[in-house]
Structures are given as C-alpha cells and as structure tokens.
C-alpha cells in the first residue's frame, strides 16, 4: 500500500528506487522478498511478490528503479521482459539490478557481517565522485569486477553474478552523490560493546564475576530508529 500511494503521487520527472537486502525464495511459480513477520504456511500474504511488485512499479509516470540483494532475483527481471513490461513503460526507464542470476544463491560474509553485493554497491558508491549521478550501469560493472574478486579470495566455488535488466532511455542516473547527513542513526554492535566495557571499567563497585555475567541485548537484525522518532514509532 504504501508503494502504491508512492508510485500514485510520481510525475513524470520523479525517480523511485526501491531497494531490498535479504532472503528471496521462489514459491509457486513467483518470486517473494522474505520480510520479518514472513509465515512460512503463508508465504503469498505474509512475503513481498516480486510479480505484484511489478504490477505497482509499471503504473509509474517516472523513472522505477530496483537493487535486490537476495536469491534468485535474477530471474525476475527476465520475466518483467516476457510480461510485456518494457513496451508499456517505455516512455520513462526502469530497471533492476539483481545480486545473482536466476540460479544461483546470494551470499553473505560473516566478517562484513552483510550480503557481500550490498557491500559493494556500498563501497562503490562511497567512491564516487561528489556531485555526481550515479548510473546502473557503471555501478554493475564495478560490482562485478569486485565480486569477481571476491570469489578468487575465498576460493571456495561459490559464484555470485550480478544481473542488469531494463529500459533506460538515454543517461538516467538513480541517485546523486552527496554528504548529506543521515537521516537515521544506525545500530553498530561493535561499537556498543566497547562502550559497554568502557562502562563497566570505570564502575568500580562492579566484581569481576558480574562483569563477566553481563551480556548486552542483540536483536535478530540491526536496529533502525529515525533520530526524530516518537513512542509510538519507537515501540514499533
């Protein structure tokens, strides 16, 4: 509903990038986009279809673009192009990069602690020269380049190869780079932990045994809490 109200309010200048970093599976001939709350008994009202997607995303006025960071996203944007998507979108542009291909698996790296394609659209990004528009093709080749790398370093077989797919008319940039500040203040554990034990050595009344019995809350996924958020959001 809300890409609904989004996509319903665009003219025909607005650019929507959609974004999505997880775990993708494939169910009944569809793709889903598996959220927090996903029931596995059911998948089609509790997980994001990548059809219905679509279905929101080719009503635009503007420019649609897609990053998927999960499994099997490359075959979705093979089948945008067999359901007739580009002919009905292409006065403005769309396009998805996808992590892997249609078969193959989107990984994660313990010590990066996040999906290594996310990473490096990340890494890339920073990269890149103020001011300036960020293109999906540029940023595909240098992603490809890096998780080539990646692979020959872990030499372990795994393959990861990312897939661009869409109609963009003419230089369509997706994003600008800027230095803006972010609008929301990020969880980092490391970091939290060392301010923990930075508390814990100056509390002199503190044993040794409590210090070791003291174990800081982790939640399942990192926490994302807008720095303007009211109660309501927060106990959200």
Known sequence: NTISDIIGK??????FLFYFAGHGMLHQEDEYLILPDTIQSNVEGTALSLKKLNDILKKA?????????????????????????IREVIKSSWATLASCSENEYSYSDDKLEQGIFTYYVAEEIKKWELGKGIAFETLKVLVCKDLQQWEKNKNNGCVQTPTLNGSI???????????KEYEYALYDKKTNIQQEEDILEVDTEVSNVEKQNVVLWEPNAGIIIPK????VEILR
């Open 169 to 179: 008319a003419g230089n369509i940039d997706f994003a600008t780079r800027n230095e």
């Open 61 to 85: 006025k503007g420019n649609t673009f897609r990053i998927l960071d999960a499994c099997h996203s490359g075959k979705d944007v093979r089948g945008i192009r067999e359901s007739g998507f």
């Open 10 to 15: 665009m003219e025909g200048e607005d650019t």
């Open 228 to 231: 303007s958020a009211d109660v």
